[in-house]
């Protein structure tokens, strides 16, 4: 079982900057691929920044040169961070931390929202 808090969504104007944080405790060994989704009003939920166990990161082409993953690793927890550079009204969305199992069983935080005012 793993457990995932997220925090760090709100408002901000357009070219602004915001930085998610979500921490995840539990089973975090077992733990392949961490990141981020996003699920914006009327559309599906589709992939932001994930980092793998080599530290490999993918992300979207909508948020590359924006938007950077980093991961942090504690004794009983691991923490990833997104920080989101020049904020566009289309990032609009609530944003999922993601904690995926080497069985592909995925994880969700509850979300957090993060609104762009142009």
């Known amino acids: 079982q793993v457990h995932l808090v997220e925090s760090g969504g709100g408002l901000v104007q357009a070219g602004k900057s915001l930085r998610l944080s979500c921490v995840a405790s539990g089973s975090i060994r077992l733990i392949n691929i961490m990141g981020w989704y996003r699920q914006a009003p009327g559309q599906q939920r589709e992939l932001v920044a994930t980092?793998?166990?080599?530290?490999?990161?993918?992300?979207a082409d909508t948020v590359k040169g924006r938007f950077t993953l980093s991961r942090d690793n504690a004794e009983n927890t691991v923490s990833v961070y997104l920080q989101m550079n020049s904020l566009k009204p289309e990032d609009l969305a609530v944003y999922y931390c993601?904690?995926?199992?080497?069985?592909?069983?995925?994880?969700w935080g509850q979300g957090t929202q993060v609104t762009v005012s142009s």
């Open positions: 993601v904690a995926k199992m080497p069985n592909n069983y995925a994880y």
């Open positions: 980092m793998d166990l080599s530290g490999t990161i993918n992300y």
